[in-house]
């Protein structure tokens, strides 16, 4: 594969800590050492990117600035998003880890991004009239809600848990929404995506249900079977959690029809 050809990366790589991926490990080395891998795999994807494409790379506390001085190596640093994940263990001698980053780089100064595909809509509970009609917020039978431009703290997003379809058992899967907020912000109807760390296909699938192509790859076959079962199933439902009426709601704050 060669040129430019691609109009956006998603990366989620091993983060800088020892952790199996199915039938692999990674093992947690120095932060040195951890900026010379992940220039490894930057390198060959860097020159697939079309001039206007826009690179999300995901990373933790230990990897973050590490991510960040790579990334800005081969592309042009745009921001960083901080995304709470709302599950994670406690701890006794230490704040709970509870927040990932992401982030966010393009190849230069003309770049994609759908600001109107990827509001989210809050709940208003003081709500203020103008002439006795609502100012800057809508009613609705699930109640008052204002589309408000999306930040770069992400308090929406729900990690997958048994109940959800979604879910699988790749142990650091990434939710259908969280993909979704990026594809929708950074391409266009038939773009193409590239995912070099597919995991259980997440980016894949959403990618589908959007309408974009994709190329993903990953190492692990239980996976990429994992994957391919997932893309079989998004083929009849294009449904993404959280993700209705063309816009990204708050949180459980969409009430269920009775």
Aim: hydrophobic share 35%; glycine share 6%.
């Amino acid at each position: 594969m060669s040129g430019e050809k691609f109009d956006l990366l998603f990366a989620d790589p091993p983060y800088n800590l020892t952790k199996k991926f199915g039938a692999e490990a990674f093992i947690s080395t120095s932060s040195d050492d951890y900026e010379v891998w992940l220039s490894s795999w930057l390198e060959t994807c860097a020159p697939l990117l079309k001039s206007t494409a826009s690179i999300y790379i995901c990373g933790d506390w230990r990897s973050s600035s590490a991510i960040h001085r790579v990334g800005s190596r081969y592309f042009k640093l745009q921001n960083r998003i901080t995304w709470e994940r709302e599950k994670g263990r406690g701890a006794k001698r230490n704040w709970k880890n509870a927040a990932e980053d992401i982030w966010f780089f393009t190849m230069s100064d003309d770049f994609t991004f759908n600001l109107e595909a990827v509001k989210q809509r809050r709940r208003v509970l003081a709500p203020y009239r103008a002439n006795g009609k609502p100012k800057d917020w809508k009613e609705s039978e699930s109640g008052n809600f204002r589309d408000t431009h999306p930040s770069n703290i992400w308090t929406d997003i729900t990690v997958p848990f048994w109940s959800m379809p979604e879910n699988t058992n790749h142990p650091t899967q990434k939710p259908e929404k969280l993909l979704a907020k990026i594809i929708l912000a950074s391409t266009n109807a038939g773009d193409l995506i590239l995912d070099p760390f597919a995991g259980s296909g997440t980016t894949a699938v959403v990618a589908k249900k959007l309408g974009r192509n994709f190329v993903t790859i990953e190492s692990d076959e239980n996976h990429c079977l994992v994957a391919a079962r997932r893309l079989e199933l998004a083929k009849m439902d294009k449904s993404i959690q959280g993700f209705e009426d063309g816009v990204f709601w708050e949180r459980n704050s969409k009430q269920k029809k009775s």
